[in-house]
């Protein structure tokens, strides 16, 4: 049986009710389609969120203008080119964003630091005692030829893709070059591992009982200063309280995202 399609509220848009119905015609490209939707239907049929529509509406063609300046980006880039679409891209994100913490949130600061300290400091070792075997402008050729050898080994792996298998199979014809390339990708790694360890998440305490809406109304807040350069906070608080069934005002969202 069709399912009955909503019908578009007075106080919606019809530019940015279109938005959403090519969301929605395009929705089996993206990950749980069927939630987006219903996220957004719950939203556009809820008229406190009248005033996200408004303030959308009143930026219309400004999105991400100024980020964009501060940034030395141009308007005709790649990704636009290919037809990104700002607007479409905010509204597939506010149900995203208020569908509880990543797993990275999860992790707390303390584990954070200690894995990001342990990857960092076995990378670098790792690295320098790759870099310890090397000969005076070669590999030994037991450890590349070896290595050759147990890289093409991995191409019989049903997990990887094609195209990781025949990235992983010309690495193999070229030992040297393939471990000389390891040690760049262990110093990056090392770099990595500490942002890791350094990486602040928007909750403090991921276990409080109100981290998921706390962390929707911080990502909101700092997504709609990059997209409009303004918080929107009075926006932050019609989301927050349609899509968390609470009554928050602006000025809470001041002092819970500053």
């Known amino acids: ?85 700002d607007v479409k891209m905010c509204l597939i994100r506010i149900p995203i964003m208020a569908s509880g913490l990543s797993e990275e949130d999860k992790v707390l600061p303390a584990k954070r630091a200690k894995q990001g300290e342990a990857l960092a400091r076995l990378a670098r070792q790792l690295r320098n005692e790759l870099m310890e075997t090397r000969l005076s402008n070669r590999w030994p050729h037991p450890l590349s030829s070896d290595f050759g050898m147990q890289m093409y080994a991995l191409t019989s792996h049903d997990h990887l893709t094609e195209a990781s298998k025949r990235a992983i199979e010309i690495l193999s014809t070229e030992p040297e070059e393939a471990l000389g390339d390891l040690c760049d990708e262990l110093a990056a790694l090392a770099s990595a591992a500490q942002t890791w360890g350094s990486w602040e998440s928007l909750i403090k305490q991921p276990n409080s009982s109100n981290a998921d809406r706390l962390r929707f109304i911080r990502w909101m807040t700092e997504f709609f200063k990059n997209m409009y350069d303004s918080p929107l906070r009075e926006s932050v608080a019609a989301l927050a309280n349609v899509l968390f069934d609470c009554n928050l005002s602006a000025q809470d969202v001041a002092k819970l995202a500053p």
């Open 1 to 85: 049986m069709d399912q009955i399609q909503m019908a578009r509220p007075d106080w919606v848009p019809e530019w940015l009710w279109d938005k959403y119905l090519q969301i929605k015609e395009e929705g089996g490209d993206r990950p749980a389609p069927e939630v987006i939707t219903q996220v957004l239907e719950k939203l556009f049929s809820d008229r406190r969120c009248e005033v996200v529509w408004n303030a959308m509406t009143k930026r219309k063609g400004e999105e991400f203008s100024a980020f964009r300046a501060r940034r030395g980006f141009v308007q005709k880039d790649h990704a636009l080119d290919a037809g990104w679409d």
